[in-house]
């Protein structure tokens, strides 16, 4: 069995509340195999270093979080609508050559370089005593991720509360000039799910998943126009009575700044195309079952509500 490694680094706070949705999912369809005696932990430890040895190169695979951010033009207007979509297999080699100007491209450069120098073996430094750790990658790039987590520290997405507590605040909801951006969606326990799978692949040597350089997948299950997703936000307060008006303001990049700049600038939350197909996770069976983003919208609402007051 290959070392593993999950590194869920997008967003910064967010992933703690992804873990337990992964640690839960994954224990249990695992749970025979976390349950080797001893006996059997020493012969599987034993074949295992007899193995690596035949080899002489160990291989650890690594399932690192990047971000649908990559996808959005630094030189597009904030909310223009699209003028195109990527697709994680016929589009992988743009995917992974876009400028290191876009969001996330110079982490994820530097994880394909390192799965590419370890598989060709470029390392002078490397000896017959200590061979050389070959590292398989996968990166895995959610786009806006609804829902609520399981985790003990971070419950909270990004995109979709900010945006319903700008709205609950300022007393309507917004959008970045027209608003007429698209983005991609998925549930936080439908992203688990596919880190699920592949961390499945990986104990199995890598099994029927794609590695290093085509190793690139985007998760998602639908998407919106962020006009849309604001209208339904004030609806949904207005409903709940947070909000007397089902106002939806256009901002400019200024005025939206100033209603959220820290620690994540609004224009980027909301203003951006981002919009992948994820074809290469559903190859490997994956499918999404949770509720959509419009039928999550009225909890959102609830939950920045409750965080500031309203309910009461």
């Known amino acids: ?44 430890c034993h074949h295992r ?8 190169h160990p291989t650890r695979l690594s399932n690192h979080t990047s971000g649908t951010g990559i996808l959005g033009d630094p030189k597009q207007e904030y909310g223009a609508p699209p003028d195109r979509a990527y697709d994680d297999v016929a589009d992988i080699a743009t995917i992974t050559n876009f400028p ?49 987590g399981d985790g003990p520290v971070r419950v909270r997405s990004v995109q979709l509360p900010y945006l319903a507590n700008a709205a609950l605040r300022r007393g309507a909801s917004l959008t970045v000039n027209k608003g007429e951006n698209e983005w991609r969606n998925v549930h936080i326990a439908d992203l688990a ?20 350089e085509t190793g690139y997948y985007f998760v998602e299950n639908g998407g919106h126009v962020w006009k849309d997703l604001a209208r339904a936000v004030v609806e949904g307060a207005c409903r709940k009575g947070y909000l007397a008006s089902d106002t939806v303001d256009v901002l400019s990049v200024e005025e939206t700044l100033v209603v959220q700049r820290s620690p994540y600038p609004g224009p980027a ?41 309203l309910d009461k």
């Open 193 to 212: 799910e596919a880190y699920v799978l592949l961390v499945g692949e990986a104990l199995k040597g890598g099994g029927r998943a794609d590695w290093n």
């Open 1 to 44: 069995m290959p070392h593993l490694l999950i590194h869920p680094l997008y967003p910064v706070q967010v992933p703690v509340c992804w873990m337990s949705y992964i640690l839960t999912i994954f224990f249990s369809r695992f749970e025979n195999r976390m349950r080797l005696g001893r006996s059997s932990r020493r012969r599987h």
């Open 100 to 148: 290191l100007d876009r969001w996330h491209r110079d982490v994820d450069k530097l994880v394909l370089d390192a799965s590419a120098s370890t598989a060709s073996g470029a390392d002078n430094g490397e000896s017959e005593s200590e061979p050389k750790m070959k590292i398989r990658t996968a990166i895995v790039c959610p786009p806006t991720i609804y829902g609520k």
């Open 49 to 56: 270093r007899n193995k690596i040895q035949a080899s002489g």
């Open 269 to 309: 939350l909301w203003g951006v195309n981002l919009l992948g197909r994820a074809t290469r996770i559903r190859s490997l069976g994956w499918k999404a079952c949770r509720p959509s983003i419009w039928e999550y919208v009225s909890e959102a609402v609830d939950i920045e509500a409750h965080a500031l007051g």
